[in-house]
Structures are given as structure tokens and as C-alpha cells.
């Protein structure tokens, strides 16, 4: 009896010193403070080359004067954002904010008729709060509460009411002429007075050109050309 226990026991030892040995082989094959993760590539990402984001660019160069309006003033017209000097865009009314929002987003827009509101025969619609505020910050360094002093916005309601029986406008200003800062991703349009009466006169529109493919109004400043 007793031998059939040292027997067992020797065997038992036998098979503890083997698994100890395959253990110690497997670390001894890898490199010193590396983990088995980490050697078979589990658990971790594979990591790549690193990819900055493209720098700033024109949408085209600085001589092509039409495409520069298109896209860098269509945006701006409607907010009188070109019409005095300034560079705090909390200066500028607000209720031209709001007309910038108009022209983009509501009187171009198939609004169905079930979401306008009636005064008489007079045709309104609330367009969203937070959304018209979004979108124009997207374009200028604006307060909340500046834009939130239009006559337009509903406190209660946390909207911005829109005349929607018709609209006029002949503002059409002309870029005349442009200049791009590379170092400081500025571009700056020359352009003139926008109405018939006074095209005479003059505006140097500075545009920053954003990481994302956007762009925010910076400054623009009335001239004497």
C-alpha cells in the first residue's frame, strides 16, 4: 500500500515539473516585459500611420472672382453683414440674422401648408430656435442672447416667426477683387456696395477658412475705393 502511494506522489510530481517547464519555455521565448498579448497582436489595435487632417484650402484660386461670391458671400448677403464696419459680429442687428436664416432655410423652402400659422390671411411659420441658432453660429462668432433679441423669437415657444406672403431683395453685391493669407487661412473679398445706388461704394470682407471645410465671418470694413 504504502508503495502505491510513493508511486502516485512520483508520478504527480512528475507532471507538475513538466507543465512548469512548458511555462517557463513559453515566457523565456518572448522578450523581456512583453506579454503574450502583446507578442500575437491580441487584445491590442494594429496601430497605422497616423493621419493629420488636410489644411485649410480655397475652393478654387483667387482669380476665379465668381466662384469666390458663390460660395464665401452667398451666405453673409441677407444678414447685412457687409453693409457698416465691424468685428464683433454682436454688433450687428439682429434681426438680420434671421433673415440670413430665412432666405436659406424658409422662404425658398416646400413648406407644407399645415404648418403655418394664420393671422388673418397672413401666412407665418415658427422655424425651430435652437436650429436657426446653430446654423448662423456656424458662420459667425454670435451670442445666443444677441440673436434671441429679435423681434422674431418666441421666448414661450423657443422659435422664430417668419412672414411667409412673399419677399424682396436686390441686394447683389459683386466680388471686385481677393486676396488669400496662407498663414493665417484668411481670405479677403473686395466688394462693392451691393445696390444700384451705391455701387461706388465698397466693403473688404475678411474670411476665415475653418479645419473642417467650413468657413467663419471675421470682419468686414466699409471703404472708400
Known amino acids: 500500500m504504502s508503495g502505491r502511494i510513493t508511486a ?3 508520478a ?3 507532471l507538475v515539473g513538466a507543465a512548469g517547464c512548458s511555462g517557463r519555455d513559453v515566457a523565456d521565448a518572448l522578450p523581456q516585459g512583453q506579454s503574450w498579448e502583446e507578442q500575437s497582436g491580441s487584445g ?13 484650402a480655397l475652393v478654387c484660386d483667387v482669380s476665379d472672382l465668381k466662384t469666390l461670391g458663390e460660395t464665401y458671400l452667398t ?9 457698416k464696419s465691424w468685428t464683433d459680429a454682436n454688433a450687428l442687428d439682429a434681426e438680420g440674422f434671421v433673415t440670413m436664416y430665412g432666405y436659406a432655410q424658409v422662404w425658398n423652402a416646400d ?10 390671411e397672413v401666412p407665418y411659420y415658427d422655424a425651430d ?4 441658432e446653430q446654423y448662423v453660429q456656424s458662420y459667425f462668432d454670435v451670442s445666443t442672447d444677441h440673436l434671441r433679441s429679435s423681434k422674431k423669437y418666441d421666448s414661450q ?3 422664430y416667426r417668419f412672414n411667409m406672403s412673399g419677399v424682396g431683395f436686390a441686394y447683389d453685391p459683386q466680388v471686385k477683387h481677393a486676396e488669400y493669407d496662407e498663414a493665417k487661412k484668411e481670405l479677403i473679398l473686395y466688394i462693392d456696395g451691393g445696390f444700384e445706388e451705391n ?13 473642417d471645410g467650413g468657413f467663419r465671418y471675421v470682419s468686414s470694413r466699409r471703404y472708400d475705393p
Open 12 to 14: 504527480l510530481c512528475l
Open 75 to 83: 451666405p453673409i448677403l441677407f444678414s447685412q453683414g457687409t453693409a
Open 157 to 159: 415657444k423657443q422659435t
Open 129 to 132: 430656435g435652437i436650429t436657426l
Open 44 to 56: 491590442s489595435e494594429p496601430s497605422g500611420p497616423s493621419q493629420e487632417a488636410a489644411p485649410p
Open 199 to 211: 455701387r461706388d461704394e465698397a466693403a473688404a470682407l475678411t474670411i476665415r477658412l475653418e479645419q
Open 8 to 10: 502516485f506522489v512520483l
Open 111 to 120: 413648406i407644407p401648408e399645415r404648418e403655418l400659422i394664420f393671422e388673418g
